[in-house]
């Protein structure tokens, strides 16, 4: 069979292979070249291979070709898609940093008013805190005086004075209304917030943060003006109870509408917000009722409300029309007398300057204190004197000793209280002290 095969294979060869002769003449010379069957199958075999490697490239040209067109062109899908996203991306990026800009603008903005709020409560408490301080101080100082005859007075026996009448809107009205107009007022709080604005949510919840809190301080300044206005008229009774008025020791406004008093430098308002204007209008107000707190609060420090002696005493004797000690006859008394034991310290019954230490006709050896605000005290009979013309004294400072000088029937203390010159009864004064104070 491979024979029958290979026969054929030979057959067709030596057909299409047969040996041939190329002859070619020169000079008239013939010449002739014999190809023999082996020679051109190699021959053939040659060109065959040239053909292939030929048509090998020409296709392996063309397609990469095709590949580079290809690869080209994936690549500028994919640098199209890449320059959208990064756009997508930058654009992402801007919206996120406009949104925090709005958003650090909107908190620094809240912040710098809270803050400014928060100084001027801070400021105004310092202040009430200060006065309430004084007068818990002077309250301290008054209650070592005790009650005129030395003891301290029974529960039943204080001065009970209403210093805040029934009101007849209650409280809780006033405080639900307040806290309806601060609400009011928070809501003025920067401009309008976009619905469709990515900061939408965020800003809204700092602002309802922020407008709680304005709340909750226009409230603390509304208590602070009120404990101040109750305070100013629970002193104004104590001066009532005197006998000297509280108009008579401050400075009355210029002008009775308080809100025409009005002056100060230029502030441009595109740095003050309407919210921090409402907030320092309450403010403002406020802080009227604790500066008249403390002209108030000032003028009763100059009243000598305690007693000059600090020990064990006795009452034994008033003020007005008695029947003098000495002549038996009837005697305008200036002032009050207190028996204790010999040389039993003598106090200032406030604060001031010693005007006179010496000696005067009838009264012995004396001082005499000016404590400001018309205000003068004299300490008469005494066995001796600590203090020196022009001293400054405090309350409950000794400044003499009890005795018995002068126009004197025994060891006491002659004191009078004076008032624009003009005699007042001390013993009011000592009630006041005692007893409105509690002390």
Request: charged share 20%; glycine share 6%; proline share 4%.
């Amino acid at each position: 069979m491979s024979r029958k095969k290979s026969g054929q294979a030979k057959r067709v060869i030596n057909r299409w292979f047969k040996e041939r002769q190329i002859y070619h003449r020169s000079d008239g010379v013939v010449h002739f070249i014999s190809m023999s069957t082996r020679t051109q199958i190699a021959l053939a075999s040659v060109i065959g291979a040239a053909l292939l490697w030929v048509a090998y490239a020409s296709v392996n040209v063309v397609f990469k070709e095709q590949i580079i067109v290809a690869k080209e062109r994936d690549r500028r899908v994919i640098e199209t898609v890449f320059n959208k996203r990064l756009a997508q991306s930058q654009r992402a990026y801007d919206d996120v940093s406009s949104l925090n800009v709005i958003m650090q603008r909107e908190f620094d903005a809240t912040m710098a008013e809270i803050s400014s709020r928060h100084q001027t409560l801070k400021a105004m408490v310092e202040r009430k805190v200060s006065v309430a301080n004084d007068l818990q101080a002077l309250s301290k100082s008054l209650s070592e005086a005790g009650s005129p005859n030395g003891q301290k007075p029974a529960n039943g026996n204080r001065i009970m004075i209403d210093v805040a009448p029934a009101e007849p809107t209650p409280r809780q009205s006033r405080v639900s209304m307040l806290r309806r107009q601060a609400a009011r007022e928070a809501s003025l709080q920067g401009a309008q917030i976009p619905l469709n604005s990515p900061a939408a949510p965020a800003l809204q919840q700092m602002r309802a943060a922020s407008s709680e809190l304005y709340v909750e301080q226009v409230l603390l300044l509304a208590s602070l003006e009120e404990r101040a206005s109750k305070k100013i008229d629970e002193l104004k009774l104590i001066l009532a109870s005197t006998g000297v008025g509280a108009e008579q020791l401050t400075t009355a406004p210029k002008i009775s509408n308080l809100v025409l008093a009005q002056g100060g430098p230029f502030v441009d308002p595109s740095n003050v917000s309407d919210i921090n204007s409402a907030f320092f209008r309450h403010a403002n107000r406020a802080a009227l009722v604790v500066d008249q707190l403390r002209e108030v609060q000032n003028a009763v420090n100059s009243v000598p409300l305690s007693s000059p002696v600090l020990v064990s005493r006795k009452f034994t004797s008033g003020f007005g029309v008695r029947r003098d000690p000495i002549t038996g006859s009837a005697a305008s008394h200036q002032g009050i007398d207190f028996s204790a034991a010999w040389a039993a310290p003598i106090a200032s019954t406030a604060s001031g300057i010693v005007k006179f230490a010496g000696v005067r006709a009838g009264y012995g050896r004396c001082v005499e204190v000016d404590h400001g605000n018309g205000f003068m005290t004299r300490y008469a009979h005494l066995n001796r004197i600590v203090v020196r013309q022009g001293q400054k004294v405090k309350l409950n400072q000794k400044v003499g000793e009890l005795g018995s000088s002068g126009r004197s029937t025994g060891p006491h203390i002659h004191y009078e209280v004076m008032f624009r010159g003009q005699p007042r009864n001390p013993l009011r004064f000592i009630e006041a002290g005692r007893y409105v104070f509690e002390s």
